[in-house]
Structures are given as C-alpha cells and as structure tokens.
C-alpha cells in the first residue's frame, strides 16, 4: 500500500503523554523507615557540612580528591556548602522494603504511622524536600503488606503534600505494574509511582506506553547484577551489564516524560580518618560521573557522605561544558562555527537541554 498526502489526515494521533512533574531532582535518598524522623534531613545535612569541615575545608582539597581543576573547583566548593546547608536532600524515600527488611505486621504498622506522623510535621515546618514518597515491599514479596502500608500511610496523613510518589521495587512481570496502578486509582486519583528495575525479566517489557501513572524507572544495581550471577566484587553500577540494562531503559522511555535515575554505592567510610573518607568520595564520584556521562542525570543516596561527593561532581560536571555549549548555542542562532565545529541540529537541541539541566542543577 502506497499513502498519499490525503491519507495523513486518517492516521491516528500520538497517543498523550502524561506532563512532566517539573525539575528532575539529581539524586533520592533512601532511608529505612526505623530510622526515619522529622528531624532526618536536617541530620544528614549537618553530618555532610561536618565531613567537609573536617576533609574538604577549600577548593584546594576538593580539587585533589576529586579531580577537578583548581578554577572549576573555586566554584565547585562554595556551592556544595551553600547546598548542604539549604537543601542537603532533593528527593526523599521513606523504605519499607531492602533497607528495611521483615518486621512483625504490628511493627511496620507503627512505623507506617510515626512515618506519616513526621512528614505532616516536615511539611507545617516547611522542611519536606520537593520530592518525596515511600518504597512499598514488591508484590513478588509481599503483596499484601505492600497494599498494607501504603493504604495505611495515606489514611494516616490525608492528603499527600505536593512531591509525592511511590517506588515499586522487584517488578518481575508486567501485571505487576497494572495491578499496583490499578491500587493508587482506588487510593486517590492523582498518585503516581515508579518502577525499579532491578532484574532482566523487567526489561522485556518496558515501553513508553507501560502505564499512565509511572513518573520514573529506577535501576536497582545489587538485584539486577545478583539475578546475572555476577560475583559480588562486580556488583557495581560501572559494570557493563548495568550500561546494557541501563541503555535499554533509555531506548523504552525515549521521548516520554518517565525519568531515569541509576542505582547506587552500598558504602560508606571505613572510618572517619581523612584517608578513608576521601577514598569513599573518590569511588563514589567515578561512579556519578559514569551515571552522568551515560545520560543518567539522577541515582540514589544511601549516606550522608554521599551527598558531598554528589553535589561536587554533579556541579563541576555542568561547569566545564556550560560555557563551551552556551557558545556553540550562540553561534548555531548566528549561523556561524566555533571552533570549527559544524553542529546538527539534533546536537544543538541537546546542547540546549544539557544548558537547561545545567542551570536547573546549579540552581540558576
């Protein structure tokens, strides 16, 4: 069959895409609901500043540990100070699940409850971060706690604050998805989740018409690599297994507003000396710097000490291009070279977006 220009009027629209929910946030920080209160994100904040009071005092010292030029680093420094003391966690998750691990029901119910206790106070306080939800247990778990806590949370709380969603971890078949979609409709017509992608079965069924609920894809590194048979020395995001799984999730969600964020670093200092501290940041940083150059701008947090090298490699990431991008952005408008570069339009489209992520991260 040939078309002709009479024939595109026929063709069926795209179908509609649920709206963006606004700045992508650069990191989730995950904290087992035990050791959850009001008072949480503010702690971590101070345990961060305190880190880099002890190893990071200038823009010298962080030049060396993480690589960054001296000039980048002069700018580098004083806005991950300035970050931990404002706004230490963008985007929070409150875990009944891994981090959390098995309770007696009567237990996790009185977490749900002190839970949902500390966000109504974060929010009146204005301390709740502009991102925030809860990790439920999978249904290949544990199907009925999941409904259980969730269900339990918002009768507690009421209606959620502004930033809420919910990670569904362990979606090892696509009916999964469906049937959690179909309990948020029942709960409240605006909820919204995201999936984690923590085993290869789930990649046979990722597409960008999935769900109209799903906001974001999460990949879980531990579970994923562990479901390969990977040893536990290569359970680590910069293994090429997690790139594969990773660029799959790219190539399904392309062109649709579900966020990607990557896994995360299981550590933390072996001690405070400043050896051992700097080691962390060293090895955490490869690691953002990996999940930034393979297109993946978000990933979790499982420490405090991770959000100074967060932060760190995040800003100098969007320093030492956003000059060089801001002028071949400039010239292409100007229909002239720089450098003898000869730019697409598909680049230039990029380097406007990477312009945008910057200023959105950098706070501009």
Known sequence: MRLTLSD??????????????????????YVPADRFTAGTVSHWGQEALALVKAHLPGPEELAAVFGVPVEPAQAVHPRVV???????????????????GRRPGEEEDRHVV??????????????????????????????????RTLDGFLTELGTPPPGFTVTFPKVLEESYVHRF?????????????????????????????????LSAAHFGVFDYTAALGLPPHEQRLD?????????????????????????????????????????LWARHAS??????????????????????????????????????????????????QVGGVMDEPATVRTLAAALRRADSALGR
Do not use: N
């Not at 974060?122 to 709740?128: D, Q, S, Y």
């Not at 948020?184 to 017509?189: A, E, K």
């Not at 000490?305 to 800003?315: E, G, I, K, Q, W």
């Open 82 to 100: 300035a970050k931990l003391a404002a706004e230490p966690v963008e985007d929070l998750r409150i875990d009944f699940e891994d981090g959390y």
């Open 287 to 336: 690691l953002v710097r990996h999940s930034l150059a393979h297109g993946f701008y978000q990933g979790w947090d499982m420490h405090p000490s991770h959000l100074v090298s967060r932060f760190a490699t995040v800003y100098a990431f969007h320093l030492a291009t956003y000059d060089e991008y801001a002028a071949r952005v400039r010239a292409w408008e100007e229909q002239r």
């Open 8 to 29: 595109v009027g026929t063709l069926p629209p795209p179908a509609p895409q649920p709206a963006p929910r606004g700045r992508q946030p650069v990191h989730t920080v």
């Open 181 to 213: 979609a179909e309990l948020l409709g029942r709960l409240g017509p605006d909820l919204r989740f995201e999936l984690q992608v923590e085993d290869p079965r789930t990649l046979t069924f990722l597409r960008g018409d999935l769900c109209e609920r």
């Open 239 to 279: 293994h090429p297994a997690c790139d594969h799984a990773r660029h799959v999730m790219q190539t399904a969600f392309a062109h649709t507003p579900v966020e990607l964020s990557d896994g995360s670093l299981a550590a933390a200092p072996a001690s405070g000396r400043a050896e051992d501290v700097h080691a």
């Open 114 to 147: 002190a839970a949902a206790e500390a966000v109504g106070r974060m929010h009146e306080a204005g301390t709740l971060p502009r991102r925030w939800g809860l990790r439920v247990k999978s249904f290949a778990d544990d199907a009925a706690r999941s409904v």
